[in-house]
């Protein structure tokens, strides 16, 4: 399956408005911890949630994470030239998230944005060969960015806490 075409205003239509709504929506729960944290180790707010909301932004990170890696399952089931190897590295961002929450917290935030990251950059390859949408790709890169630095201000976050 590809998505390429030769008409390059297909190339450049945003992503469906649901999608988008969606996409952004999603990120409320990273911004919300990272926040919270970061008004915690600044003595801004009450730290007494910090092992909750630390916890609590993992475990979202590892189901978001493992989404994305059902969606290229996904796009591969519904190709008729999918590669083996795609069916594989589409289970390790599953696999990833759930290391990551077995990981002591401050790891485990920094492994999921070394998750998102990679699955960014996959995405990106995808968009590239044509078997991934473009406003995919746009969409998957704004997201992305958000959600890495939302993932390595809440680490640092909780560092500082820690060290409190």
Do not use: N
Request: net charge positive; with cysteine.
């Amino acid at each position: 399956m590809t998505f390429q075409s030769a008409d390059s205003a297909v190339e450049k239509r945003p992503a469906p408005r649901l999608s988008r709504l969606l996409g952004y929506a999603g990120l409320l729960p990273f911004l919300a911890g990272a926040l919270y944290l970061t008004a915690a180790a600044f003595r801004l707010v009450d730290a007494q949630f910090a092992a909750f909301a630390t916890l609590a932004l993992i475990v979202y990170g590892a189901v978001i994470l493992s989404f994305l890696g059902g969606v290229r399952w996904g796009i591969a089931v519904a190709s008729a030239r999918a590669e083996a190897g795609v069916f594989g590295w589409s289970v390790m961002p599953s696999l990833g998230g759930w290391v990551a929450v077995l990981l002591p917290p401050s790891w485990g935030l920094l492994m999921l944005a070394c998750g998102f990251l990679l699955q960014g950059g996959w995405d990106l390859h995808a968009g590239e060969k044509g078997t991934l949408p473009q406003w995919y790709v746009r969409l998957r890169r704004r997201l992305t960015v958000v959600v890495v630095a939302s993932l390595l201000v809440a680490a640092g976050s909780l560092l500082i806490l820690l060290a409190r």
